[in-house]
């Protein structure tokens, strides 16, 4: 699942489970550590790459499925946290790695794919990427330390996306600083081959910035960006003090075709998720990166303790039907226990 490969001085890690897009397993994460712990010292090696052999995207996130099966309905596990704190160690070692890091983005791009690679010295995305944290909609909220880049985006699109799960093209990902370099996917190799040939040459901070330099003239130009196309509907729905206000702006503009679709697509997401994560947006433009994957990991163990991953999981993975949540209005969300989660005494509205 997990294959290794050098070329010139460049150490390559290629995800390789088509089936399910590269979805991550705990033997996938451990793999990897292994390796990049093999090249942290490993003089030849200058530069980590992180590709996928799967023609239809880079990766698809976690493996729900082993997640729900191995874990959360497994009586015999003894920490069914496992999965995810394992993932977390490995995102954190990615972020402090010793040598740059490289990733590939392109076809489906979500979730704990994000998470291994959001922190990359340089991001080459192609016009097929599909971009995207749908936490919410299965029971918990963007995770793997993706809000910190998140919280740094204007407040009605961070909203837009750590609410709604809404995905981003590379030009999106380019505009707001998710990725490095946008180019067409036939001249994917020719990058690569100044990746090759740089590492032969250079190591460090000065190899990344001539890998910038140098691949500027396969960058594309692409104003297009799916997100400005409703730039002005997000900012008036989602520049709002409250996530009742959101909701409620939304119910109201119902004639307007985005406004209806947006309100269908967050009735079907978890209530009190949609809360915590209009909060957290806040609360992590604060937070360094370690303290936003500590807090991730914490809201992770609520989710998996109170029932919401499961549900979440269960519904949109499992069986493909509507998720019964335990909060049907946002009434009977906790706000206590959101402030507790998050570590506040006030809510953003009342600050």
């Not at 996530?243 to 004639?255: P, Q, Y």
């Not at 998720?273 to 806040?282: A, R």
């Not at 163990?301 to 509507?322: F, H, N, P, Q, V």
Request: net charge neutral; aromatic share 10%; glycine share 6%.
């Amino acid at each position: 699942m997990i294959r290794e490969k050098i070329i010139e001085n460049v150490g390559i890690i290629y995800l390789d489970r088509p089936e399910i897009i590269n979805s991550l397993n705990m033997e996938m994460v451990k793999d990897i550590e292994k390796i990049l712990k093999k090249w942290e010292d490993d003089k030849k090696i200058k530069a980590i790459l992180f590709d996928s052999l799967c023609q239809k995207g880079f990766c698809a996130g976690g493996d729900l499925k082993a997640i729900y099966y191995d874990y959360l309905l497994n009586d015999k596990c003894q920490n069914k946290d496992e999965f995810y704190e394992e993932e977390f160690v490995l995102d954190r070692y990615v972020k402090d790695y010793k040598k740059p890091i490289i990733s590939h983005y392109f076809g489906i791009v979500m979730g704990g794919g994000i998470g291994l690679t959001v922190n990359s010295d340089f991001i080459i995305a192609d016009e097929s990427v599909n971009w995207a944290m749908p936490e919410t909609k299965l029971g918990f909220v963007p995770d793997v330390g993706v809000c910190k880049h998140i919280s740094k985006l204007p407040q009605a699109l961070g909203q837009y996306l750590g609410l709604c799960g809404e995905s981003l093209s590379s030009s999106d990902l380019i505009k707001y600083d998710l990725a490095d370099i946008y180019i067409k996917s036939e001249n994917y190799d020719k990058v690569l081959n100044i990746l090759f040939s740089l590492s032969k040459k250079y190591d460090g901070e000065k190899l990344v910035k001539e890998l910038k330099k140098q691949t500027q003239k396969y960058k594309i130009q692409d104003s297009n960006s799916k997100i400005s196309k409703n730039k002005e509907k997000i900012e008036k729905y989602f520049s709002h003090s409250s996530i009742e206000e959101i909701l409620k702006s939304l119910e109201e503009n119902k004639d307007d075709d985005f406004a209806k679709k947006t309100l269908e697509n967050l009735k079907e997401r978890n209530l009190f998720m949609l809360f915590l994560q209009f909060e957290k947006y806040f609360i992590c433009k604060n937070l360094t990166k370690d303290q936003v994957f500590d807090l991730d990991l914490k809201i992770l163990k609520y989710a998996r303790k109170t029932g919401t991953m499961k549900e979440g999981i269960r519904s949109l993975i499992i069986d493909k039907e509507s998720a019964n949540w335990k909060e049907k209005s946002l009434d009977q969300v906790s706000v206590e226990k959101i402030k507790d989660l998050l570590g506040i005494e006030k809510l953003y509205k009342e600050r």
